[in-house]
């Protein structure tokens, strides 16, 4: 079993941060290609950030500049810091890996629960 447990959501007023964070536990392998994804009422779940295991980077040009995502391999666990939020950044964020659960199969992605973060303006 494969779990990815989100926290760090919340209220903030607008050029607030907050920081997200998504620990993965379970029985795994290897886990690949780490990211955040946002859905905002009425709209499409989008990226946000992701990031390789190689540490590259790759975000959405709506927060670039403003958001940083980051990992911890030791502990399985992804960040996103969110500086100078905006009340358009307001949506439920989703974390999500692509993790292989042992070496003879391939690799799948896992997704958390989602964590609302809310920016007032």
């Known amino acids: 079993q494969v779990r990815l447990v989100e926290s760090g959501g919340g209220l903030v007023q607008a050029g607030g941060s907050l920081t997200l964070s998504c620990t993965v536990s379970?029985?795994?392998?290897?886990?690949?290609?780490m990211g955040w994804y946002r859905q905002a009422p009425g709209k499409q779940r989008e990226l946000v950030a992701a990031?390789?295991?190689?540490?590259?980077?790759n975000y959405a040009d709506s927060v670039k500049g403003r958001f940083t995502i980051s990992r911890d391999n030791a502990n399985n666990t992804v960040y996103l810091q969110m500086n100078s939020l905006k009340p358009e950044d307001t949506a439920v964020y989703y974390c999500?890996?692509?993790?292989?659960?042992?070496?003879?199969?391939?690799?799948?992605?896992?997704w958390g629960q989602g964590t609302q973060v809310t920016v007032s303006s």
């Open positions: 999500n890996a692509n993790i292989r659960r042992t070496s003879w199969i391939k690799s799948y992605d896992y």
């Open positions: 379970g029985s795994i392998f290897e886990i690949n290609t």
């Open positions: 990031i390789a295991r190689g540490d590259s980077t």
